[in-house]
């Protein structure tokens, strides 16, 4: 059967539109033992890895081997672009967008003792809660550079078959030890699994549009919400020299202040055992972890860190938080158990 010119133009359009899309693949020989690729890929950074968590997705294959590199919290806006990413757009979206992760798959092929051959393509890309619906992201291309920098990462690297070898046999003592550590990990997330998981009407009703209330506001904004009038316990330091202090469904506890020297901010701790939603953005007290939520926010600069809090006069105690900005509200998420524990919302940084 013949094929019109027009159907072979057509034909060649769709075959280099595709060869270019999303799951373009670049290939190269590097002259190095595969046994040494697969150890010093996991060596490889940037400023945007996290290598602590590329191992995880290691695949033996046959004569060959499949890994993932991924790039953290890329942001685009109309003055700066990050290289790696060709971002495709949908119509009438914003330029400023926020990519969470993009993840290249890395395969390795042995060619011969001291030959492989490396495949490089972009998987896949996961825009943040905001970007999602301007970002098309199966247009999004990879820009090349991560593959050039993979490139020259394995073929400058100095590392020997011998390193290898030992690097891929561990000792039985240190076997032992990671099996360990996964036993408990293991016995950890079913033991997380079986915690009871609710939604909080009253939380649902003070968070309505699903997002952090503003500042400033006023007290009765709360007891309009909640539906619960509060006590008004004494303070020094706070205009008025009261605060508002509200005690919900036996396990919750909020607190709303403005202070002498203008500071305004309110406070919700949970004290319950249980995983409890209704929050904003979908976080979940006793369940969204601090790196979770890092995450969540990662547009907004978020940062985790360690800190210390006053048990009573005489001692202290580590404090994982999390803080960012948020338009003009600077919020900090506290885990007091690993998890979240206690949001604040103030007009200042804590």
Known sequence: MKIKLNQKLSLLIFLVYFGLSFGQKVEFTVPKNIEVLESIIFDFENDF????AMGAAATAMGSGFSTNIDLYNLKYDAGSKNPYLELALNKGAKSKQFIQQASWNITFTKISKKSTKVSIFLENITPDRLS????DVKQTKSTGKVEKEIKEFLLNSKATDRATAEAASPRAEEIARMNAEADAQFAEIEARNRIEKTTSKKLQALFTNKQFISLPTRSATFTKRLQIQPTEPECESCKGGKYSNWDIDEV???????????????ALQYYGDKKVAGLPYGLVFNDSSPTECQELFARYNAQLYQTTVDTDENTSSALTVVTFKMNKSFIRLEFGNQYLTRLLVSNREQ
């Open 49 to 52: 890895t996290k290598n602590s």
């Open 132 to 135: 999602k619906k301007d970002v």
């Open 252 to 266: 919750f506890n909020l607190i709303y202040a403005t202070m002498i020297d203008g500071q305004e901010y309110y």
